[in-house]
């Protein structure tokens, strides 16, 4: 196991378009998280999974967005209809609950740009 | 609100100076703090956390409640160090992190 991954690395749309990312956590870790970074911020928490269960999405996560783990393995976060503000990279974490937050590893992020 | 603060964007030391990036948070219950840092091309990784009370790589930080600050020093820096550093708190019980806007340190030979 190599740590978390995230296809692809980057990806340039039109705007307008759909885009799809994938997140592989540590085959042993049940939580998952996704995180939205723009230039000059820090990282901005989205949502995040226990196993294949949404348990909190932010406010950040307009309709457009919608996140998935459909066998609490793997997960794609996907946005519809990008518009420029998509712009970002979005970073993909996981951990196991039984060590609490200290056991995030994060992946190396995709970056998508909206033209 | 949960928020954390970093005021310098940009900070530039001598090898061998002491470092101290700055980091306050606003959080109402008790926090747990931490330090990540980004090397160039490399993914975001915890450098230490508040409650181990560690050194990693010979820097070191300490939680001030009454300042509400944890800011991250080093006594002599080293080239090795220029990186990214994000101060973040977690919610307790959301299971969160909430990140600074980070602080690009720079270690000139």
């Known amino acids: 196991d190599t740590g978390v991954s995230q296809d692809p690395r980057h990806k340039i749309t039109k705007r307008g378009q759909n885009v799809t990312f994938r997140c592989d956590p540590i085959?042993?870790?049940?939580?998952l998280y996704w995180y939205r970074q723009t230039l000059g911020q820090g990282p901005e928490f989205l949502t995040y999974f226990q196993n294949e269960a949404q348990l909190e999405k932010s406010r950040l996560l307009s309709d457009r967005f919608s996140a998935e783990r459909p066998k609490g393995s793997f997960s794609t976060l996907e946005i519809q209809r990008t518009e420029q503000g998509d712009s970002a990279m979005y970073l993909c974490?996981?951990?196991?609950?039984?060590?609490?937050?200290?056991?995030?590893?994060f992946g190396s992020g995709t970056r998508l740009t909206v033209v | 609100a949960q928020r954390v603060t970093q005021p310098e964007k940009l900070l530039s030391v001598f090898k061998g100076a002491p470092v101290e990036l700055k980091c306050n948070y606003s959080?109402?219950?008790?926090?747990?703090l931490f330090w990540y840092v980004q090397y160039s091309r490399q993914r975001l990784q915890l450098l230490l956390r508040h409650i181990s009370r560690e050194s990693i790589k010979g820097f070191t930080a300490d939680l001030n409640k009454g300042e509400t600050s944890f800011h991250l020093k080093k006594p002599f820096a080293q080239e090795e160090d220029s990186a990214m550093y994000y101060c973040a708190l977690i919610i307790q019980g959301a299971q969160k992190l909430v990140f600074g806007q980070g602080t690009r340190l720079t270690i000139n030979p």
């Open positions: 085959s042993e870790h049940n939580r």
């Open positions: 959080y109402s219950g008790s926090p747990e």
């Open positions: 974490a996981s951990s196991f609950s039984g060590t609490g937050y200290y056991g995030y590893t």
